[in-house]
């Protein structure tokens, strides 16, 4: 789509060039910005000139730049103690979109975005992911991804803040994984994601996006049973309601793909 009230588009290459004026936005990938009209965005501050590397593996796990894409983000040659590593692909196949979207659309950008049915927010909260925020005094901050995201389209960001990248600690990444999702159409948006993480020392994550305003995380010191789920999924305070699901049923199927998770990873 064309954006008709952008007047000027800039290239970022230090961090003094990510200071916007009145009207301007940060561009990443792009696949969301030019998808819809946004009236009041007069320039464009591309972030991609930055330069970052998409991804780096690290003593402590991976970081994955902003800005790195979907089709990057599966790049990465995975250690063979990576166990979690099909977790990466199996979140990629959740954006139902052609791969020219995958080479376009960013991880920051999904991230930033914060729609319930973010794809890479289900894979962030899942593998214990920190958002590393630059701040304008010239320092950064770090959230877990879990916290970063509170609500559709909204996040901890402040004025002048930018997500420099997503780390995934290497504890995380060592652990197994199982992966359910549901949509009320075959090729439709995400309804419900449910991912369970089993750790080496019997500690198990479950993380639950899409059918949630934000992102839940509930953590046992054992595989939890039905049960257990249960009484933690009582504890969301709110079920996400749009064309893609009533509250009353992403909660029903949200304990069901909850039970397989459980039951593949036990």
């Not at 590593?85 to 659309?105: E, G, H």
């Not at 893609?244 to 029903?252: E, F, K, L, Q």
Request: charge should be negative.
């Amino acid at each position: 789509m064309d954006l008709h009230t952008v007047e000027a588009l800039r290239p970022a290459h230090t961090r003094d060039d990510l200071r916007l004026a009145a009207g301007e936005t940060l561009l990443g990938g792009g696949s969301w910005l030019f998808s819809e009209p946004q009236p009041g965005v007069t320039g464009l501050v591309d972030l991609t000139a930055m330069g970052w590397q998409p991804w780096e593996i690290t003593a402590d796990g991976l970081s994955v730049a902003a800005t790195c894409t979907i089709a990057q983000l599966l790049e990465p040659p995975a250690p063979p103690a990576w166990v979690a590593s099909p977790l990466f692909r199996q979140c990629a196949d959740a954006f139902l979109m052609s791969f020219k979207i995958w080479n376009t659309a960013t991880v920051g950008g999904n991230l930033c975005l914060a729609l319930p049915a973010g794809a890479m927010i289900s894979l962030a909260t899942a593998l214990d992911a920190e958002a590393v925020v630059w701040t304008p005094d010239g320092g950064e901050r770090r959230e877990p991804v879990a916290a970063f995201v509170r609500g559709p389209g909204l996040t901890s960001l402040q004025a002048g803040e930018v997500l420099r990248s997503v780390d995934y600690p290497i504890a995380a990444l060592q652990g197994r994984t199982a992966f359910r999702k549901i949509a009320l159409t075959p090729m439709g948006r995400s309804s419900a994601v449910v991912i369970g993480r089993l750790d080496g020392d019997g500690g198990f994550t479950l993380a639950v996006s899409a059918a949630t305003p934000r992102p839940y995380v509930f953590r046992f010191d054992t595989t939890p049973t039905t049960a257990d789920v249960r009484l933690a999924l009582d504890t969301v305070d709110e079920w996400y309601a749009d064309p893609h699901g009533s509250p009353d049923w992403r909660a029903a199927v949200t304990l069901e793909l909850a039970t397989e998770v459980c039951a593949e990873l036990a």
